[in-house]
């Protein structure tokens, strides 16, 4: 005979969906306001050599090339150093603040009338300038992990545009009613804040944690335990 009852459906409850982040914002401003000092450096470097070199040209784009290039040796040394010493918070702040420190003898050299200075602070404020984004971006993936790389990435892409923008136009605008050091000037207030704001972030290193805590590395603490623990004894005998 048919089944005369209908059959029963039963409603599973629905998850709610989980936030995008559930730590590390902290760490998208310092590298918003690092890269987007960076961009807009780049972007008015020349108008800025020429201001006070006029007719080199191609030494502005030579200082531009020095900077490119001290910059990527800063974010080699920089990553190598970071993956040796897993000190992300203090590696990440002594590089900000060296970053300041070049970045002001450069605002207060450029106007000394002697170019081979300009190559040689502008490469010493491009490599450590470059040589912090891969360090913040390693140190916002341990604070934001378990989420996505990605992500994470994304929005730090992303903050560093905006300021980017914003200071570009901003430093623009100030260069051309001010002159050079006051635009100058402008870049070193946002890194002091930058470097003020690495100073207060808490190093929850996640990822390392995460990373720590996996069955093989528990297997090799446990086995290393073992080792030292197992002392060798020397067994006397008496004779009588």
Known sequence: CPDLHPPKYVQLPLSSPSPPLKGGQEAFAPLGLNAGAFY???TLLNRMVIWHYPGEEVNAGRIGLTIVIAG???AVISGIWL???KTYKETTLVVYIMTLVGMVVYTFTLNLGHLWVVFITAGTMGFFMTGYLPLGFEFA???TYPESEGISSGLLNISAQVFGIIFTISQGQIIDNY??????IFLCLFLTLG???TAF???DLRRQKANKETPE???QEEEEESNTSKVPTAVSEDHL
Not at 179 to 184: L, R
């Open 40 to 42: 807009a450096l780049s």
């Open 72 to 74: 990527m040796l800063g």
């Open 201 to 203: 972030i808490k190093p």
């Open 217 to 219: 590395n528990k297997l």
């Open 141 to 143: 993936a341990e604070l």
């Open 195 to 197: 470097a003020a704001l």
């Open 179 to 184: 002159g050079t050091k006051p635009g100058n």
């Open 83 to 85: 993956d040796r010493s």
